[in-house]
């Protein structure tokens, strides 16, 4: 059964499409499971990274969400039966790699599937400039030119932030109705946030010093996650409400969410000045947020993500200091981020 990305899902539902026809139109197309090399390669690297995320409900979720009775219910509902074989659920809970023309759930929600699919860019971003480099030896010009590559390669990161907080949104705000509606699925994680949930059990922020210490986000930093996570919520809000068909669950609970976060996206507006961010508050208070709306909502979505962009290439946080007395505090981070033994 065929991998769909959870953008790619998300936008067929918002269009109106199927599954069905999703696996039509990407019949001949190689999937992102071609490209997933497993979180296997990485931990040669990256030890103490996935460490920390062997203590999430991230990786817990392979071996402990198929056995849930609730998850069995969900799929009675649905018609389905096999949870990590389904296409549905395989998109937001695991990282599925083909093998034999088929996909296979692999791991949990690992590497590949918040930083993308490795294949074209892991062994670049693993060149530390030729045999017996390592990490401590590599020159800052070389280091910046090989992260510089693997970007463009398609490796998603710190330098690609609003990219990478795509990837949270396209499963934390849950894009198909019929599981909800139908499911009982939740129509999203309830509280998500991109700063609260990144500060918190999946912080893997480990310096390159070697030390064994996960720090939290510099300030600059955590306005900065605060805000774009401000802006997907609206965006992919607007996107669900468009892909909505009925009066239900789904419907209600995604206009909710997405007209909360405009009007946070407003206050923030009075807060700094930042010309990409008013011009996107402009876009989100004149859609209207109802049902078979599609083409108004899908258009705002759009120019909020054209917005985003330019907003994430010029801003860095510093800009961003009046939304301090609106930060989430280490209280409300979800989960307990992980802490290496000191010895």
Request: proline residues 6%.
């Amino acid at each position: 059964m065929r991998h769909y990305p959870r953008a790619v899902l998300g936008a067929a539902l918002a269009a109106g499409l199927t599954l069905a026809d999703v696996a039509a139109a990407a019949a001949e197309t190689p999937g992102p499971g071609q490209k997933i090399v497993g979180p296997e390669t990485c931990v040669e690297c990256h030890l103490d990274q996935i460490q920390v995320w062997k203590h999430t409900v991230h990786q817990h979720t392979f071996r402990e969400l198929p056995r849930k009775p609730e998850t069995e219910a969900m799929l009675g509902r649905l018609g389905l039966t096999r949870f990590k074989g389904e296409p549905q659920c395989q998109a937001c809970h695991f990282t599925t790699k083909d093998v034999d023309g088929e996909s296979q759930a692999v791991a949990g929600i690992a590497c590949e599937s918040c930083h993308g699919p490795a294949a074209d860019w892991v062994k670049t971003h693993g060149d530390y400039g030729g045999p017996g480099a390592t990490a401590a030896s590599e020159t800052p010009a070389h280091r910046a030119a090989r992260l510089a590559r693997a970007d463009a390669a398609g490796m998603l990161g710190p330098r690609t932030i609003l990219a990478l907080g795509q990837a949270c949104y396209d499963c934390h705000l849950v894009p198909d109705e019929r599981i909800v509606n139908v499911g009982g699925h939740p129509a999203g994680s309830p509280g998500f946030n991109l700063l609260t949930w990144l500060e918190g059990e999946v912080r893997h922020d480990v310096p390159r010093t070697g030390d064994k210490v996960n720090p939290e986000a510099p300030l600059p930093r955590r306005r900065l996650l605060f805000v774009l996570g401000c802006i997907l919520e609206t965006e992919h809000g607007f996107r669900a409400v468009a892909a909505a068909t009925e009066r239900a669950t789904f419907a209600l609970a995604q206009a909710r969410r997405a007209d909360a976060a405009r009007r946070l996206l407003a206050r923030i507006d009075t807060l700094v000045s930042v010309p990409e961010l008013s011009e996107m508050v402009a876009v989100a208070q004149a859609a209207r947020l109802r049902l078979h709306n599609r083409d108004e909502l899908v258009a705002a979505a759009d120019r909020l993500a054209q917005l985003a962009r330019a907003f994430a290439a010029r801003v860095d946080g510093s800009q961003l200091a009046g939304v301090d007395a609106l930060l989430p505090g280490a209280a409300q981070y979800r989960g307990t981020p992980y802490q290496f033994p000191q010895s």
